[in-house]
């Protein structure tokens, strides 16, 4: 019997909208800022093994690699339409990253096999269960002394940010968007584990207050 496809909310709540993804996060979120902030955070060095979880069309996990070809990058994204995309970016620009199809609470990937997991835009999309499951898979993944980052909405500093953010919430729903607007991601990266969890830098944005968020998997801990 051929099992019922997973649903998943695509980048932009609408699989119809897909196509525009590129153009209107460069257009609207300065993203050539703050990708390279991301990038600067992660700090990709030779020999690391970097999962990107969400990777959407391939934009961070192409930084990354240009920024050091040494660097293994793994790109995850459930949506197979994102991930043509991103093969396609990788290929002409001849770079050798590896995409895979899956989900973010079920990685096929190694225990303790990165040094880094990044996550970016990704974390609202998800209902708090998802999160709770997709923390403890970053978790499980990295090796211990191994960083994770998220970059994601994040709580509002003022009622203009809360305003803004209802778009997120009307196209992405307002379930999974929930956590993020109450700032509790890093309650949640504490619960899976992590330690010396911090905010690390925020921006404010026409959609809201976007934050990195940057945790720490204990040396001598595989699970919290």
């Not at 199809?101 to 996550?119: I, N, P, R």
């Not at 499951?133 to 994770?148: D, M, S």
């Not at 009307?170 to 991601?185: I, K, Q």
């Amino acid at each position: 019997m051929k099992s019922t496809p997973r649903p998943f909310v695509p980048a932009l709540g609408l699989h119809s909208l897909t196509g525009f993804y590129d153009g209107l996060i460069a257009r609207f979120l300065a993203e050539d800022a703050w990708k390279a902030r991301l990038v600067a955070t992660i700090a990709p060095k030779p020999g690391d093994v970097i999962v990107d979880l969400g990777c959407g069309t391939g934009t961070l996990g192409l930084l990354l690699k240009a920024a050091c070809p040494q660097t293994t990058v793994i790109g995850i994204d459930p949506d197979p339409a994102m991930l043509g995309r991103a093969r396609a970016k990788a290929a002409e620009g001849n770079l050798d990253i590896r995409f895979e199809q899956a989900f973010a609470d079920a990685l096929q990937l190694d225990s303790g096999s990165a040094t880094a997991v990044v996550s970016s835009l990704v974390l609202h999309h998800l209902e708090q269960p998802t999160k709770r499951a997709a923390f403890a898979e970053a978790f499980r993944v990295l090796r211990p002394g191994g960083r994770i980052v998220i970059a994601d909405w994040a709580n509002p500093d003022n009622l203009l940010m809360r305003l803004a953010y209802v778009p997120v919430q009307v196209f992405d729903g307002f379930p999974n968007t929930r956590d993020n607007l109450h700032g509790l991601l890093p309650m949640l990266m504490r619960h899976a584990g992590f330690e010396d969890v911090r905010e690390v830098y925020r921006r404010r944005t026409i959609f809201g207050n976007l934050a990195f968020l940057q945790g720490t998997k204990p040396v001598g801990r595989d699970a919290p």
